[in-house]
């Protein structure tokens, strides 16, 4: 079933496609593979509700420090 048959921003067609999304909890950073619709005309991405809501999951667990399931790759640096 597909949830967005156009976006809801342009009017424009959106495809099924992965993406990646960058969460952020607190000071901590996380970056996830999902499949989102995204819209060819204007680049929104439309995350459907159970994405999102892994979303906030993801940035609770962030903002709390509890980040023992996720894979430390790298470090994240802020540029002035
Ligand atoms: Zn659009």
Same mark, same amino acid.
Do not use: D
């Given at each position: 079933?597909?949830? *967005?048959?156009k976006?809801p921003i342009c009017g &424009?067609?959106v495809? !099924?496609k992965? @993406? !990646?999304? @960058? /969460?952020? &909890? &607190?000071?901590?950073t996380a970056?996830?593979? $999902?499949?989102?619709e $995204?819209?060819l =005309?204007c &680049? !929104?991405r /439309?995350? +459907?509700?159970d994405?999102?809501?892994?979303f906030d999951g993801?940035?609770k +667990? /962030?903002?709390? !420090?509890d @980040?023992?399931? *996720?894979?430390?790759v790298g470090?994240?640096f =802020?540029v002035?």
């Open positions: 079933m597909r949830l *967005f048959e976006c &424009g067609n495809a !099924e992965e @993406v !990646e999304k @960058v /969460l952020k &909890g &607190g000071t901590n970056i996830i593979r $999902v499949t989102a $995204v819209c =005309h &680049g !929104e /439309l995350y +459907k509700p994405t999102i809501s892994r993801i940035r +667990k /962030l903002s709390q !420090e @980040v023992n399931e *996720f894979e430390l470090k994240t =802020h002035a």
